[in-house]
């Protein structure tokens, strides 16, 4: 059984400009979140997608968007980056009838 | 405001002793409380969970336990190993949103051998 995979590792980017991170669920989990972990701080629940529509949204700004895919992979999107957004980027997936989520690695987001 | 807390942010014990690692949350509507293990480069992983409508949890080393009208829970790990080393998250999450936790911000547990 394959776990959650993100990509990429790591990224730097500047100020202002736009970041696409993805993940690959596990397999049978058709619910993915996204979490947004600062250094020191737990992760905080960006959205959650089920079945390829949002389904719950944290206290994110709409310049945090994202998509889920047929297969149940997903993406988030960061526009107009602001150097706040740096932080480690958490993705999980689960049964939608099960909270147990599994986690990806992660994606460290470096804004310049 | 914080929902979930984690009012200490490090924890030391001595291999084989008991390690107690506790969490506070304020919001009423969560009812399923998770404990997540994070190593380093490493994502949480799912540790043990309850629901509200129970007190105690036990899944081998570990034990969590709930006390509602406190609005407090923790985690018993007996003994404690060596290998326990790592960060430890408390989330919360209301029925009506499933997956979508509220994490506190971690207790780094070192086991000393």
């Known amino acids: 059984e394959t776990g959650v995979t993100q990509s990429p590792t790591h990224l730097i980017k500047t100020r202002g400009q736009q970041v696409t991170l993805r993940c690959s669920s596990q397999?049978?989990?058709?619910?993915v979140s996204w979490y947004q972990q600062a250094l020191g701080q737990g992760p905080q629940f960006i959205f959650q997608?089920?079945?390829?529509?949002?389904?719950g949204r944290g206290n994110f700004p709409p310049r945090f968007s994202g998509l889920q895919f047929p297969n149940y992979s997903s993406e988030l999107n960061v526009n107009a980056l602001e150097l706040d957004d740096s932080a480690l980027y958490l993705c999980?997936?689960?049964?939608?009838?099960?909270?147990?989520?599994?986690f990806g690695p992660g994606t460290r987001l470096t804004v310049t | 405001d914080q929902q979930v807390k984690q009012n200490s942010p490090s924890l030391s014990v001595q291999e084989g002793r008991i390690s107690i690692l506790n969490c506070d949350y304020t919001?009423?509507?969560?009812?399923?409380f998770l404990w997540y293990k994070k190593y380093p480069a490493e994502g949480p992983t799912f540790l043990i969970s309850?629901?509200?409508?129970?007190d105690k949890n036990e899944d081998g080393r570990f034990t969590v336990f709930l006390n509602k009208s406190a609005k407090h829970l923790s985690l018993h790990i007996v003994p404690s190993q060596p290998g326990d080393s790592a960060v430890y998250f408390c989330?919360?999450?209301?029925?009506?949103?499933?997956?979508?936790?509220?994490f506190g911000d971690g207790t780094t547990l070192t086991v000393k051998p």
């Open positions: 999980a997936s689960s049964k939608n009838e099960n909270y147990e989520q599994y």
């Open positions: 397999s049978g989990h058709n619910t």
């Open positions: 997608y089920y079945r390829e529509e949002e389904n």
């Open positions: 919001n009423s509507m969560f009812d399923y």
């Open positions: 309850i629901s509200s409508i129970k």
């Open positions: 989330a919360a999450s209301a029925w009506t949103n499933a997956g979508k936790s509220t």
